[in-house]
């Protein structure tokens, strides 16, 4: 949210060039100088003007030469924009999450090197999105689970990454972070939709309980959830029996997948993919920025 920027304070005010004080210039006048002070003046001058001329080499030549030490990390991970028709395209395929046991199912099945197969293909994707592995290995999961619970809607964890991103940039939401547990390292709680700044006026659905307003609905979590949506479509990723929490990254990746696939949706055809997300924000433009990162992080996941 933008803020009025506060008074200018005196240190920021910009600084005026040094004007020197009376008596300060008249030590300078060279009327009171005579001859040779005006030779000498000359001569002065001639040195500087050969220093400037000697500097300015200097200082195109460190200029023109390439930088010994070239700024550390990777590029950033573009996006282009996309606009397609609703209904007309589906993002890129994107590679496939290794097959192993998702989570809420039996215990995952290490490689040959004792390796959780999908940690390993999470960091990997993550060197090349810049997605955080911790929610990749939530979206992925999401992923699998689907395959085996609603195999016919064939959504993507690029999908889900494409919503990620719109919704909280992946957990980072206000400068969180997500840990090991899943959790951001402070909630994520959207605006109060009061009717103001142009949010729909949602009174509490579930007595401020998710979100601490007991008067106004906030969207939670990093797949932003409202309350009454989280009671219908809410999963526990870990199968522990626990209540689905709306905060934790792998329970809204998943239960983002099942209210994606509800009604029968086919998200591999542009029909299907197009009405699961615009379910989710009943907005073109919400759509194809959706579109465009899913689509990115398909391609680059496959090398294009």
């Given at each position: 949210m933008a803020t009025p920027p506060s008074s200018q304070s005196e240190a920021d005010s910009p600084t005026l060039p040094?004007?020197?004080?009376?008596?300060?210039?008249?030590?300078?006048?060279?009327?009171?100088?005579?001859?040779?002070?005006?030779l000498l003046g000359r001569l002065l001058l001639v040195l500087v003007l050969l220093a400037v001329g000697a500097g300015g080499a200097w200082v195109l030549s460190v200029a023109m030469r390439p930088a010994s030490h070239p700024a550390s990390g990777p590029p950033a991970f573009l996006i282009d924009p996309q606009k397609p028709e609703p209904g007309s395209a589906i993002p890129g395929a994107a590679g496939q999450v290794p097959a192993a046991q998702p989570q809420g199912t039996p215990a995952a099945q290490p490689d040959s090197a004792g390796r959780d197969p999908l940690r390993v293909w999470a960091d990997k994707i993550a060197q090349i999105t810049q997605v955080p592995s911790r929610a990749l290995r939530a979206y992925g999961n999401a992923d699998l689970v689907m395959r085996t619970k609603v195999p016919g809607?064939?959504?993507?964890?690029?999908?889900?990454?494409?919503?990620?991103?719109?919704?909280?940039?992946?957990g980072r939401y206000g400068g969180a972070t997500l840990g090991e547990d899943g959790l951001p390292s402070k909630p994520i709680i959207g605006p109060a939709l009061d009717g103001t700044n142009g949010f729909r006026a949602i009174p509490a659905t579930d007595g401020g309980k998710l979100h601490g307003d007991p008067v106004w609905d906030h969207a939670v979590g990093p797949m932003q959830f409202l309350p009454s949506t989280w009671k219908q479509y809410g999963l526990r990723a870990s199968g522990d029996g626990v209540a689905p929490d709306p905060q934790n990254i792998d329970d809204a990746a998943l239960t983002a997948a099942n209210y994606l696939c509800s009604g029968g949706r086919n998200l591999a055809t542009g029909e299907g993919w197009?009405?699961?997300?615009?379910?989710?924000?009943?907005?073109?433009?919400?759509?194809?920025?959706?579109?465009?990162?899913?689509?990115?992080?398909?391609?680059?996941s496959v090398g294009k």
């Open positions: 040094f004007e020197p004080s009376a008596d300060e210039s008249s030590l300078d006048d060279p009327r009171r100088r005579g001859g040779a002070g005006r809607c064939q959504i993507s964890w690029a999908t889900l990454a494409g919503i990620g991103r719109i919704e909280s940039h992946h197009w009405a699961a997300v615009m379910t989710y924000n009943n907005s073109v433009e919400y759509g194809q920025q959706v579109f465009s990162g899913a689509d990115a992080y398909a391609k680059a």
